[in-house]
């Protein structure tokens, strides 16, 4: 249910999908990744410093989207509710005990602005990459 509203997002933006939509997309995603995530994971996907390792708060640093991190080993259902209702929302969710740092972007950014900004980063991984996270996608899909 918690991922009704991503996946009907997802169609909507398929059925306008074009190799031109595509590219518009990765192209706002990149503009507002710079705008409401590099601060926090890097201008160039880096994520923070000694991001597995927990600061003073207890709270691990912004991980980085590139292939050094994590961010490709979950399905895009799973990032888009991270992203749209916070880390600890979900976390809570799913019953994993861990103090998550990432706020909730869902009063500050639409459904298609989230999926821009996904859209952009899944553009910037290898081919490995991106066909490993779209089989953790296609496995998250409700049958």
Request: with cysteine.
């Amino acid at each position: 249910m918690r991922f009704q509203s991503f996946w009907a997002t997802s169609a909507l933006i398929a059925a306008l999908s074009g190799a031109g939509a595509f590219a518009a997309d990765t192209r706002l995603g990149r503009i507002l990744y710079a705008e409401h995530c590099a601060a926090c994971h890097g201008a160039e996907l880096e994520g923070a410093t000694d991001w597995q390792s927990p600061g003073p708060d207890g709270r691990l640093p912004a991980p980085p989207h590139d292939e050094t991190g994590h961010t490709w080993h979950h399905g895009d259902a799973m990032l888009f509710d991270y992203t749209r209702r916070g880390g600890q929302a979900v976390l809570d969710d799913l019953g994993v005990r861990f103090t998550s740092g990432m706020p909730a972007f869902g009063d500050l950014l639409s459904d298609i602005e989230i999926e821009a900004i996904l859209a952009f980063i899944r553009s910037t991984w290898p081919d490995r990459m991106r066909d490993y996270q779209a089989a953790r996608t296609a496995a998250e899909r409700p049958e």
